[in-house]
């Protein structure tokens, strides 16, 4: 397929295909889902398939400590220990920063919260990275005390990236069987892509499911799909058998 | 006698895979054995420009493989196996990809269709689904029927042909083998 220049590929195949190429350049998507729908594979491959273009990212965590992380990508055949020790593929703790920087763990005040952000824009600056991961977004708006709060931050934070041209996922945790974007409902309303990560019961095994609900500056698919998560290719999409659907809903 | 029958059932299943893009074959139930061998039997011969999935889900891989030794063994067919894993069975083989659970049908077609990912184009190239019928177990009509749809809309854009199986005693309705291009109907008297 050949790669547009104003799109920021995945590197999923298929995935790039239902967006017209890829995620237009300086987007920020939201990718939404519940415990175990992959939301993080996806991230990381994002950022791996990124870094073997040569182009540079950085993943935020709040939830997982560096080393589980880690551990986890080892059964995949995108992760590659070199792009990470050579500086292509940053991780950095989001909560050692906070440490570092003396602000409250739990709750940040709107000071705080400034001074997160530029902090955030200045690794983002210094690395020079065009892809940038925070895992999870929901984490970070829980210690974000009101909702005006979290408008702000996510605007800023996506409008200071996108001027770098920077990509940005941020991870959305959402209760399971929702359909259901945020904990906060806010946070999709500032994004400019939603990955909507689910699943479909079909006799007691779960389905995952992948939709993109809405990416602003390019033709998408809407149709849900079946995502499967591989070691040896990580995230794969496929058509939903359109049946799922309706034992699901009279399941419901 | 018996093997001038399976001779038979290969020579009919052979000539009509080569005419038509999918073939369903019908069988009964005491003679799904035979056609298993008579299937073997052709995925083994011409394998240099062949290559062949063969999709499980009425007999473990485990029981193909002890009771079809050599085609099992050939680097030219991988088999997808669909109920060891449902069963609890935890069998590992190179030559086999296992799926959890005989539901996860879409986990199906991306193994089947990453099975021929990078081949090259002038390979011949054969799925067998043995069987729609067991698929029935698991699964409502409506769904085996988009299914197995897919599968040969895939499989028609990458020139695969298909051979898929429904075991007599075991089916629901005959509908879903009215898909394929050809029917193939064995029967008792037929072959005995």
Known sequence: ?252 | MVDAVIEGIRERVAAAIQVNQSVGIQVPENRHGDLLEAIFDSMSRNNTHTTWTFVTVSKTFDYLSKAFKEGTRNTNIKFIDCISRAAGISDVSTNCTYIESPVMLEKMILEILNNFKGMKRDLDKYIVIDSLSALMIYNEPEIIREFISLVMNKSRAENIHVVSILVEEEMDSNKLIQLNDKIIVLRDSFID
């Open chain 1, 1 to 252: 397929m050949p790669v547009k220049k104003d799109v920021c590929s995945t590197g999923i195949e298929e995935l790039d295909l239902k967006m017209s190429g890829g995620i237009p350049l300086g987007s920020t998507v939201l990718v939404t889902g519940c415990s175990g729908s992959g939301k993080t594979t996806l991230c990381m491959q994002f950022l791996f398939n990124g870094a073997r273009k040569g182009e540079r990212g950085v993943f935020f965590t709040i939830t997982e400590p560096l080393f589980k992380l880690t551990k986890n990508l080892e059964g995949f055949a995108f992760y590659d220990k070199k792009l990470i020790e050579s500086g292509m593929v940053n991780i950095i703790d989001l909560r050692i920063i906070s440490e570092r920087l003396g602000l409250d763990t739990e709750k940040y005040t709107v000071e705080d919260a400034g001074a997160l952000l530029d902090i955030l824009k200045d690794i983002a600056d210094e690395l020079d990275v065009k892809r940038l991961v925070m895992d999870s977004i929901t984490a970070l708006c829980y210690r974000l005390q009101t909702r005006e709060m979290i408008r702000d931050f996510i605007f800023k934070l996506g409008t200071s990236l996108a001027v770098m041209k920077c990509t940005t996922l941020l991870t959305s945790e959402v209760p399971p069987q929702t359909f259901k974007f945020s904990q906060y409902e806010i946070e999709e309303f500032i994004s400019d892509g939603i990955f909507f990560l689910g699943d479909v019961d079909r006799k007691g095994d779960l389905i995952r499911t992948f939709q993109v609900i809405k990416m602003r500056g390019t033709d998408h698919s809407r149709a849900k799909f079946a995502l499967n998560i591989s070691a040896q290719r990580g995230i794969e999409l496929v058509p939903l058998l359109k049946s799922t659907e309706f034992e699901s809903f009279l399941k419901r």
